[in-house]
């Protein structure tokens, strides 16, 4: 646990200490402002207040900021490592590969949270300007669930995005293959879900279909089913990642 | 302290180490020499536990490698060939964090790191970027973190590769220093740094070692005769027939120097033989200004060992 702490703190530090993070936070934050503007205009212009955390979180950030910006965050973690030989320093020490693994993740989660960070201000902040007669926006429990959905699907992306950076020593190549992987199949599956005609093709979609599933999450449902999904499918892929560690060391 | 029975690593296209044995005994120096791709990176990379081997087994301090990786890694201090580092961090920031990495308890960190720092001589460069530290620090950086620990073994790959004179010799004076307290193992291919260190070489070569000895002994197994050099003050071809008679006495070459002295390169059954020389001279009434047993560098014998074995 002591080791686990200590690499999870290494693994914060060095993600502050790139210039990498604050140029995906600059744009990051610069996307999530613009975002809000925007949904405050659609609600000024008559969208209905259901609308508003689903605009917050399954908008254009979900569809398009995620599957960059998440490969941006994790094309460091081992390919950088590997490059540099600092993995045979660390593997030579009494660590053992999961907890590197796993600091190396949540090192990454608590970055990608900070990422969030804004929107979610600036959802409470809305909130306390409303007079108290207005129905609440956001809606409490839907902007909650919303953030969980979000932070939900941020692990499943930082596990594969982990996964594609422990597969290679060039960072540019983790990025491009967690972006490929991310993005392609959130276009593969929401074109199943939305667009294919056969209908059993449509459910298989809607069953893996994040943005489905953040249109729920947003609307204030959360499904345990999903929530395990998500949990599931990233603990598979930081389990791959460890077996990727201990088997590929040359 | 290493135990080291049969060991195997295949890689896909090749064989790295083949069935390999040695052992290293408790405060031991010992130079691991070998040419490139010989296998001495895959042999300290196994035996700190970072590549699985495909058979055999190594013991660190009494304890298997396989069965017990742990308390293994507790036990050694490990520097990588290429010196890796973290290049955005701060020396202290690094020790620290290896130094809890390895299990230095949280009390006695603070003092423990200081220790090394004074060791490698790394007290003022506490506050630097690693990155913008010269090579010569950064492996003592890297120095400082494997002795951070207090192991019992040191497995040095290479410590001095791109060193320049100066720096080569500080690495190697605080090896000297370290090997007090510390086993060594060390590896490289900078002849004339064994010969300065180490009491025992171990010499690697296609996988497989070949020898095993303290430097003398292998001299002295593979020039069975030795070779004296003479200068005296004599008529050349006199001296030549008078020193080729006598038995167990063979001239191999000769010349008249430029001062009029007389340089004969004599091959001797054995280096014993010199009194012979000097009373030959004594009783011919020569004056002699030099009579010296030729030393074979450690040059040759490696290059003849690994040579002879590569051409079987």
């Known amino acids: 646990?002591?080791?686990?702490?200590?690499?999870?703190?290494?693994?914060?530090?060095?993600?502050?200490?790139?210039?990498?993070?604050?140029?995906?936070?600059?744009?990051?934050?610069?996307?999530?402002?613009?975002?809000?503007?925007?949904?405050?205009?659609?609600?000024?212009?008559?969208?209905?207040?259901?609308?508003?955390?689903?605009?917050?979180?399954?908008?254009?950030?979900?569809?398009?900021?995620?599957?960059v910006v998440v490969p941006l965050i994790t094309m460091r973690l081992f390919a950088e490592e590997k490059k540099l030989g600092t993995l045979e320093a660390l593997l030579t020490t009494s660590?053992?590969?999961?907890?590197?693994?796993?600091?190396?993740?949540?090192?990454?989660?608590?970055?990608?949270?900070?990422?969030?960070?804004?929107?979610?201000?600036?959802?409470?902040?809305?909130?306390?300007?409303?007079?108290?007669?207005?129905?609440?926006?956001?809606?409490?429990?839907?902007?909650?669930?919303?953030?969980?959905?979000?932070?939900?699907?941020?692990?499943?992306?930082?596990?594969?995005?982990?996964?594609?950076?422990?597969?290679?020593?060039?960072?540019?190549?983790?990025?491009?293959?967690?972006?490929?992987?991310?993005?392609?199949?959130?276009?593969?599956?929401?074109?199943?879900?939305?667009?294919?005609?056969?209908?059993?093709?449509?459910?298989?979609?809607?069953?893996?279909?994040?943005?489905?599933?953040?249109?729920?999450?947003?609307?204030?449902?959360?499904?345990?089913?999903?929530?395990?999904?998500?949990?599931?499918?990233?603990?598979?892929?930081?389990?791959?990642?460890?077996?990727?560690?201990?088997?590929?060391?040359? | 302290m290493i135990k080291v029975s049969g060991v195997t690593k295949k890689y896909p296209a090749r064989l790295a180490v083949d069935n390999v044995s040695f052992e290293v005994g408790r405060g031991e120096i010992v130079g691991f020499l070998g040419p490139n791709g010989a296998g001495k990176t895959t042999t300290m990379r196994m035996l700190t536990g970072y590549l699985p081997m495909n058979f055999g087994s190594i013991e660190v301090a009494g304890y298997d490698i396989s069965k017990q990786p742990q308390e293994v890694r507790r036990r050694i201090g490990y520097l990588p060939e290429s010196c890796p580092l973290y290049p955005e961090m701060r020396v202290d920031e690094y020790l620290r964090f290896r130094a809890a990495l390895k299990g230095v308890k949280a009390t006695g960190r603070r003092a423990k790191i200081n220790e090394v720092k004074e060791k490698c001589g790394l007290t003022d460069v506490g506050k630097r970027?690693?990155?913008?530290?010269?090579?010569?620090?950064?492996?003592?950086?890297?120095?400082?973190?494997?002795?951070?620990?207090?192991?019992?073994?040191?497995?040095?790959?290479?410590?001095?590769?791109?060193?320049?004179?100066?720096?080569?010799?500080?690495?190697?004076?605080?090896?000297?220093?370290?090997?007090?307290?510390?086993?060594?193992?060390?590896?490289?291919?900078?002849?004339?740094?064994?010969?300065?260190?180490c009491e025992r070489i171990l010499i690697i070569n296609e996988g497989k070692i070949v020898a095993s000895d303290t430097e003398e002994n292998l001299h002295k197994k593979l020039h069975a005769s030795s070779v004296i050099e003479m200068e005296v003050k004599a008529e050349k071809n006199a001296a030549l027939a008078r020193v080729s008679s006598m038995e167990g006495l063979d001239v191999r070459n000769a010349s008249e120097l430029a001062d009029g002295w007389l340089w004969m390169e004599i091959e001797a059954d054995s280096a014993s033989m010199r009194v012979e020389l000097f009373n030959l001279a004594v009783t011919e009434g020569w004056a002699l200004r030099e009579l010296r047993e030729q030393n074979h560098s450690l040059e040759d014998t490696f290059v003849q060992i690994t040579r002879n074995k590569g051409a079987e």
């Open chain 1, 1 to 67: 646990m002591n080791v686990f702490l200590c690499l999870l703190k290494k693994e914060l530090r060095t993600c502050f200490y790139s210039p990498i993070a604050y140029v995906v936070m600059f744009f990051f934050w610069a996307l999530t402002g613009g975002n809000f503007i925007w949904l405050l205009s659609q609600l000024a212009h008559g969208e209905s207040l259901t609308m508003a955390t689903q605009l917050m979180f399954s908008g254009p950030l979900l569809t398009f900021a995620l599957p």
């Open chain 1, 95 to 250: 660590v053992r590969v999961p907890e590197l693994v796993l600091a190396k993740f949540f090192g990454a989660l608590v970055f990608y949270i900070v990422l969030w960070l804004p929107a979610i201000i600036y959802g409470y902040t809305q909130s306390y300007l409303c007079p108290s007669d207005v129905l609440g926006f956001p809606d409490g429990g839907a902007f909650r669930s919303g953030a969980l959905g979000v932070i939900l699907v941020g692990s499943l992306y930082i596990a594969v995005g982990l996964f594609m950076s422990s597969l290679t020593s060039n960072q540019i190549v983790a990025a491009i293959g967690g972006f490929a992987i991310l993005f392609g199949s959130f276009l593969g599956m929401m074109y199943m879900a939305y667009t294919a005609q056969n209908p059993s093709v449509r459910i298989v979609g809607q069953y893996f279909s994040s943005f489905v599933h953040m249109m729920d999450f947003s609307r204030g449902i959360v499904d345990s089913r999903i929530v395990i999904m998500y949990l599931s499918h990233a603990a598979w892929f930081l389990f791959a990642t460890v077996k990727i560690v201990e088997s590929k060391r040359v």
């Open chain 2, 129 to 197: 970027i690693i990155g913008q530290l010269s090579k010569g620090y950064r492996q003592r950086v890297g120095l400082a973190d494997s002795l951070v620990h207090d192991p019992d073994l040191l497995v040095l790959d290479e410590p001095t590769v791109g060193l320049d004179p100066y720096q080569i010799r500080q690495v190697r004076e605080l090896i000297t220093q370290l090997a007090e307290r510390h086993t060594i193992l060390l590896s490289t291919h900078i002849l004339p740094e064994v010969e300065a260190i």
